[in-house]
């Protein structure tokens, strides 16, 4: 009887091991082979380019295959790195708000900042060193999740496509995509597992990465109640309790950074300014106002129809979101993905930088929207990775990302 006991426990005990085990394995193997399709791109175009004599999208002194993987917006993470933050906002002769760094939160660049001296004091290497790990974690994390409220199978391709997708080079250059994603799936781990208390360190960090962490908040409003109406005797007030302050504290976080750059700038709007300053090139110069950015685009370079493009797309969200299979991935997933796509709609203007900024949204790939069948999940990968370099050449070189 003993033995029997013994030989249960221990094959429990293998069984768990080997299933942590493919919970670091699968996804590392698949951020490895992404990173060695991703390198190839990026290092088959700097090649091209420095022969041909392309202009890079960001003029280094120093060209190298890592300054080539720190353009457009990593420049601003180097200025933050290397000399913080300017106290007083830059403005031209007309007295308008130019870009300038206070568009790009700090946590990243400060992470480099700290990588650079083991690195010998460069901020492009720090910067991609800093975003291939946090790469690597995302897709661990990512995978953790998506078989949280799926399968192991939904997993491994949901994790994939994400890594082979057309946006899956960004986990490698110098830019905060990749850290924030570790943060914000860990904190979507967290909360499906129920450990509110870890969400918060984590939805704070976030908050000083990137922006969008409010869509969290919302998820965890969800969360509060839809647990409560469905079984209020099995929530605990302590947990209750957990979900509220943890809410809060990351709604916190997500609204602190204007009011940080007003205090430090003694300008009262600083941070909007700034992020309107880049809206110039596409629709001139706009007052903000909530949910309106995406019509101003479309009503500015295609007019009525524009506007009907836009509620087109709108209305294709509303049907993607409502579809059962969709709605498979969990309350959780579906409530934060849902949040955070109304927040793009809300505050952000479409331009190139779109797919980047839809990153978050990487849970989603774990329905059977896109992995349903074997046949559905090859297709969807064939495509992600015949997109990734058409997405190199153009958000690279042409447009920013």
């Known amino acids: 009887m003993t033995d029997v006991a013994e030989t249960t426990r221990a094959s429990r005990l293998g069984s768990v091991l080997e299933a942590r085990h493919i919970g670091w394995s699968a996804p590392l193997l698949l951020w490895l082979a992404s990173r060695a399709f991703s390198s190839l791109l990026l290092g088959s175009m700097y090649m091209v380019a420095t022969a041909a004599g392309w202009p890079f999208a960001s003029y280094r002194r120093d060209p190298s295959f ?18 913080g933050y300017p106290t007083t906002i830059p403005v031209d002769d007309a007295g308008h708000v130019l870009p300038n760094a206070w568009a790009f939160l700090p946590v990243f660049p400060w992470l480099a900042r700290t990588v650079m001296p083991v690195v010998g ?16 974690g995302a897709c661990v994390v990512l995978y953790r999740l998506v078989r949280s409220v799926r399968d192991d199978r939904a997993a491994r391709w949901a994790t994939a496509l994400f890594a082979f997708g057309p946006t899956g080079f960004l986990l490698q250059v110098a830019y905060a995509e ?19 208390w870890v969400i918060a360190p984590l939805g704070i960090v976030a908050a000083f990465t990137k922006p969008g962490v409010l869509a969290l908040a919302v998820a965890l409003s969800v969360h509060l109640v839809v647990r409560w109406a469905q079984d209020p005797s099995a929530f605990r007030w302590r947990e209750r309790v957990a979900v509220v302050v943890t809410g809060l504290l990351v709604a916190a976080a997500g609204l602190a950074w204007p009011v940080i750059a007003s205090a430090v700038t003694g300008r009262p709007d600083a941070y909007l300014d700034t992020e309107l300053s880049w809206w110039v090139g596409f629709v001139g110069r706009q007052h903000f106002a909530p949910l309106t950015p995406w019509f101003t685009m479309a009503g500015t370079w295609l007019g009525p129809a524009g506007i009907a493009l836009v509620v087109v797309v709108l209305a294709a969200a509303v049907w993607f979101w409502c579809r059962r299979d969709v709605r498979a991935v969990g309350t959780d997933v579906w409530s934060f993905t849902a949040s955070y796509v109304l927040y793009l709609v809300a505050v952000f203007l479409p331009q190139q930088s779109l797919p980047r900024l839809l990153m978050p949204t990487a849970p989603l790939l774990g329905s059977d929207v896109f992995v349903g069948t074997r046949r559905r999940a090859v297709a969807w990968l064939v495509v992600g990775m015949c997109l990734q370099p058409v997405a190199v050449v153009l958000l690279w070189f042409l447009g920013y990302p």
Do not use: C, M, P
């Open 178 to 196: 990749s850290l924030f994603l570790l943060l914000l799936f860990g904190a979507l781990l967290a909360l499906v597992r129920r450990r509110y």
């Open 66 to 83: 890592f300054t080539f993987s720190g353009s457009w917006d990593a420049s601003f993470y180097r200025i933050i790195a290397e000399q």
């Open 121 to 136: 004091g460069s901020f492009w290497v720090a910067g991609v060193l800093v975003a291939s790990l946090a790469g690597a």
